[in-house]
């Protein structure tokens, strides 16, 4: 034999019956199931009670008052009376979702950890780990178990000896071609490759792949819910000083309307 390039492999075609469409379709059934299993398990969002809605509207309704400020539709005396009512209230800590705060001391800073849907957020974070770690861990026991050492396809394209670690796990013969690939690479190659089938069968925004689910944190969801968490004690003080500046910045567009109305019409004179 001269070379080992011209060694040939010829596999048994209950090989590609039993081993390799099985593997491959069992692994698109789980990602499938496992999209609808997260669905099931994902909870409807609970609704912010009303104290934490009008804290948040409050400073909603300022942050427009000053964004129009420039060319605002309201009067100067009724924009004034809107700010000064703004900017008292928020001093006091009348919008404060837990009341003003208590004697001199500031109120406290929230905590995410403490907040329920906070709580709600990482459970489900876990929930979805769960929920990728098992079936994955089964599949890898029952591929390791019933098929460990099985060559199982030859890609059709060459491929570089770096390549050949990562094709075929769990065969240790270093002379065999880089293009031939083990049970355990096969798992790998469907584990990370299969998002695009899942996005055709499933739609965009799919929980069927676990690769992109691999590398969050069981946490994620948690922090994602506690990420708005705020302290608008602070945004309210930012907030009185950004209506004081924008007060000075105030300007009606009915200012003359009168005559602008008249000159566009031809009945005044143009102004220079």
């Known amino acids: 034999m001269s070379s080992n390039a011209n060694v040939s492999l010829y ?3 209950q090989i590609r019956d039993w081993v390799l469409f099985p ?3 069992v692994m698109i059934l789980v990602g499938i199931l496992r999209h609808y299993v997260i669905v099931l398990l994902q909870s409807q969002p609970k609704q912010l009670p009303r104290a934490a809605i009008r804290e948040q509207r409050a400073l909603a309704r300022s942050q427009i008052l000053r964004a129009t400020a420039a060319k605002s539709p ?6 004034t009376s809107i700010s000064q009512q703004l900017s008292d209230a928020f001093a006091k800590g009348t919008y404060l979702k837990d009341g ?18 906070a709580m709600d957020g990482m459970m489900a974070g876990m929930k979805t780990q769960m929920v990728m770690m098992v079936p994955q861990m089964i599949i ?33 013969t270093p002379d065999m071609d880089v293009r031939w690939v083990s049970s355990l690479s096969w798992y790998f190659l469907n584990f990370f490759g299969l998002n695009g089938l899942y996005r055709l069968i499933l ?16 946490f994620a969801g948690g922090a ?4 708005p968490v705020q302290d608008y004690n602070k945004l309210f003080k930012a907030e009185r000083d950004n209506l004081e500046f924008s007060e000075g910045l105030h300007n009606w567009v009915g200012n003359d309307v009168e005559n602008r109305v008249l000159r566009k019409y031809g009945k005044l004179a143009p102004a220079y």
Not at 74 to 79: A, G, K, M, Q, T
Not at 153 to 166: E, H, Y
Request: aromatic share 10%; proline share 14%; charged share 15%.
């Open 11 to 13: 596999l048994d075609p």
């Open 74 to 79: 309201i009067p100067p005396s009724h924009y």
């Open 203 to 218: 739609g965009d925004g799919n929980s069927a792949d676990s690769s992109r689910d691999m590398t969050a944190s069981p």
């Open 224 to 227: 994602a819910v506690a990420s």
């Open 140 to 172: 890898m026991g029952w591929i390791n178990f019933f098929f460990q050492g099985f060559v199982l396809i030859k890609l059709p394209f060459p491929l570089t000896l770096g390549f050949k670690s990562m094709l075929q796990r769990g065969i240790e």
């Open 100 to 117: 003003p705060p208590k004697g001199d001391s500031p109120a406290a800073a929230p905590n995410p950890i403490t907040d329920p849907a």
């Open 23 to 25: 593997i491959t379709l």
